[in-house]
């Protein structure tokens, strides 16, 4: 069996997520107790867990624990690709850096993003049924905007700031594109307006050292594989260039995988890989119940 696996980006957190499986699975509680004793807070506290400022080292918990439980039943992913956090998530199962760095990495960049957003507040916009390349030239005539998620050959999200992203909804609109839809943040993530972020995540990785991936892990930013060498300086330059989610995972297809199983939280991974891999059926573990689903799908005891 040839699988892929896609690793959850932050927006995708839900209500009381992972309880379910705290209760039902040995290895989730075990890794998020772990989380707990690293993080200095009960992260099996839904209040904690829930708490939008928590939201990345939940997810990156979240999704480590399951993938934990997924290799218990299945073969190492033949790939893997995550949008933004998720790429922590997938490098850190592709063995380039331990949980608990990774965590306390994760648990930074969260604040530097905050710190970010805080002098520069953002706004962001998903522009849909329009190609990408003509998202772009537009954002180009407009100060203060940029294509920041290309996710599939029809659907990019745009940051940027404030009046930004209004003088670029309006030209959108002239152009004739009118399906624009506010998206509910306050940073522009993947645009200039994160470089101070950039700068403290560099800052903080300067004496980190990564371990080459024991398996393909595509980057959103460059769009081909993580390897030793490029993990440190992309990391630091995905908070200010744009994920190319869709290039991501067009580059799957020689591989001629059987499925794609998203880790984490919700679905939304899977719906944007179904518009590029049509042919590729997806599943997804978020929940005992998806848990239980995927594996009878996937004929697996």
């Known amino acids: 069996m040839k699988l892929g696996f896609l690793f959850a980006g932050q927006g995708s957190q839900f209500k009381n997520m992972g309880q379910d499986l705290y209760k039902d699975q040995p290895l989730y509680k075990q890794t998020i107790d772990q989380a707990s004793k690293i993080l200095g807070m009960d992260m099996s506290d839904p209040k904690v ?7 990345q080292v939940a997810i990156l918990t979240m999704s480590y624990a399951i993938y934990r439980i997924l290799r218990t039943k299945l073969p190492e992913p033949a790939a893997m690709v995550g949008l933004s956090l998720g790429e922590y998530s997938a490098l850190i199962s592709a063995g380039s850096l331990s949980f608990e760095d990774g965590l306390k990495l994760v648990h930074d960049r969260s604040h530097y993003m905050d710190e970010a957003g805080a002098k520069h507040p953002g706004a962001m916009a998903a522009v849909l049924k329009t190609d990408p390349s003509k998202v772009k030239a537009i954002c180009d005539t407009v100060d203060g905007a940029y294509p920041c998620n290309y996710n599939t050959a029809t659907q990019t999200v745009i940051g940027g700031t404030k009046e930004g992203i209004k003088a670029a909804r309006k030209a959108l609109k002239a152009h004739g594109i009118r399906i624009v839809i506010p998206l509910k943040v306050a940073v522009a993530s993947h ?3 994160m470089q101070l972020a950039s700068d403290l995540l560099a800052k903080r990785m300067a004496k980190m050292t990564f371990a080459a991936p024991k398996t393909t892990v595509m ?12 993990i440190k300086p992309t990391l630091i330059k995905q908070l200010v260039n744009p994920t190319h989610f869709a290039q991501d995972v067009a580059a ?3 591989m ?3 499925g794609l199983v998203e880790v984490g ?4 991974l899977s719906h944007l890989a179904h518009k590029t891999l049509p042919d590729v059926k997806n599943y997804r573990v978020d929940s005992v119940k ?5 594996l009878d799908q996937l004929g697996v005891k």
């Not at 980057?219 to 490029?230: D, E, G």
């Not at 998806?290 to 995927?294: V, Y």
């Open 49 to 55: 867990f829930d708490d939008i400022n928590n939201a």
């Open 252 to 254: 799957l297809k020689p």
């Open 290 to 294: 998806t848990l239980h689903d995927t």
């Open 265 to 268: 939280p919700g679905h939304t």
């Open 219 to 230: 980057s959103n930013t460059l769009a081909k594989p993580f390897t030793q060498q490029n």
């Open 256 to 258: 001629h995988l059987d």
């Open 191 to 193: 645009t200039p307006l």
